[in-house]
């Protein structure tokens, strides 16, 4: 029954429900008479008031000049890769030349119905499957092309073609809701490493800016201290090492402070040698090492030579003194000796 009924002819509405002529015709507005004077075309009746001539004009077909909407009743077609679809859609037509469509073809309606199946398994034949979804747009526009080709001297005129419902196979369908589910698993992976990625990144630059902030701030507080607690520092070590120069000096100046100086120097010059050979197995060896006597000589010689300046001033201001053959650093020296040996 459904094939028959695809197959069968629509109803036509052109040879329907013709008025008579009775002389004095009121012609509705959008619609077009087309009048017949025994047998031939006469004219088209314009909307308003028309008269005729009973018995000798008879008025053939009423064309409707409103848009019309036709149901393309569904169709089967098979695609490029092979799959079967159950197709239908909506056709919208609009006669433009009561004349053509009244003499160009026999049932406008019907033909143009026609016409829009073929085109329509014209055009799909062209597509896969995937692109039949993805283009449907293109594909009305294509049959729309095709039809106003074709009807063009039929006096229509083609406005817009729609499908409607697109039915694939059970299987086939299957397989695209196993497709889609396969895309969005797809999808969700992609976008969830995306994530993971974009969270990494986030993680790395926090800690880089903490790193930053943690380094510029520890070097902002070493500059505080250095500006503060360790400047002050070195300026009491400083103030300090002033006062005991001063209070050196002073001691200096006092009687025999330059033979207590040249005991110190004396000291350290012995105690300098018995370091030798501690941090390093290479030493260079004056070549009189044996010879104590000599070597606090020597350090007493440059110490008397840089205080020398300073002791004859001493002895400008001084008044002299009575000679001493016994003096302390000569006693320190024999004392140094005897122990020596």
Known sequence: LKRAARLAPAPCRWNSGLPMNIGVLFVPQQEAWVVERMGKFHRILEPGLNFLIPLLDRIRYVQSLKEIVINVPEQSAVTLDNVTLQIDGVLYLRVMDPYKASYGV????YAVTQLAQTTMRSELGKLSLDRVFRERESLNASIVDAINQASDCWGIRCLRYEI??????????????????????KRATVLESEGTRESAINVAEGQKQAQILASEAEKAEQINKAAGREANAMLVKARAKAEAIQLLAAALAQQHGNAAASLSVAEQYVNAFSKIAKDSNTILLPANTG????????????????????AVKTQDEMPPAHENSHSPATEVLKAEQGSSS
Request: proline fraction near 9%; charged fraction near 30%.
């Open 291 to 310: 010879d104590v006597t000599n070597m606090v000589a020597q350090a007493l010689g440059i110490y008397t030579t840089l205080t020398k300046p300073q």
């Open 106 to 109: 026999e049932d406008p309606e």
């Open 164 to 185: 409607k419902d697109i039915h694939v196979p059970p299987r086939v369908k299957e397989s695209m809701q196993m497709q889609v589910e396969a895309e969005r698993r």
